[in-house]
Each structure stands twice: as structure tokens, then as C-alpha cells.
């Protein structure tokens, strides 16, 4: 029987550390940290391209009317 304490990662490892609050091995807790980073990455890439003009050219604005 398994003891109810023993946590195991998505990948089948067991997780010894009892402070471990992800349930993720330290292995696959980095792979989700890069896949976490790679997401907003792309959302911020994606985000500029749909909206990035509009607001350099509203930042411009802003700037024009500072400078009048
Ligand atoms: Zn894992």
C-alpha cells in the first residue's frame, strides 16, 4: 500500500520533499517554469504585434501633446 503522504509527479517520480508545494519534481518544475516563460513570451510577442502599433502611435501622441 502506498503511504497517503507520498506524492508523485506527473512524470512517475516520487517527490521526496516534503515542502514541495507544486507537485513537481525539481526536474519537471524547471520544465514548467521554461514552458511558463516560453507562453508569456509568446503572448507578449503576439500582444505586440496585434497591438503594438496602436500604442507606439498613441505613445506618440501622448508625446506630441506633452511637447505642444
Ligand atoms: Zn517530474
Not at 516520487?14 to 514548467?32: Q, S, V, W
Amino acid at each position: 500500500m502506498r503511504n497517503k503522504t507520498e506524492r508523485v509527479c506527473l512524470c512517475g517520480r516520487i517527490i521526496i520533499d516534503p515542502k514541495n508545494k507544486t507537485g513537481l519534481c525539481p526536474k519537471c518544475e524547471k520544465t514548467a517554469e521554461n514552458v511558463l516563460t516560453f507562453t508569456s513570451l509568446a503572448a507578449l510577442g503576439f500582444w505586440a504585434k496585434k497591438y503594438g502599433p496602436k500604442v507606439i502611435k498613441g505613445v506618440g501622441n501622448i508625446i506630441k501633446s506633452l511637447k505642444k
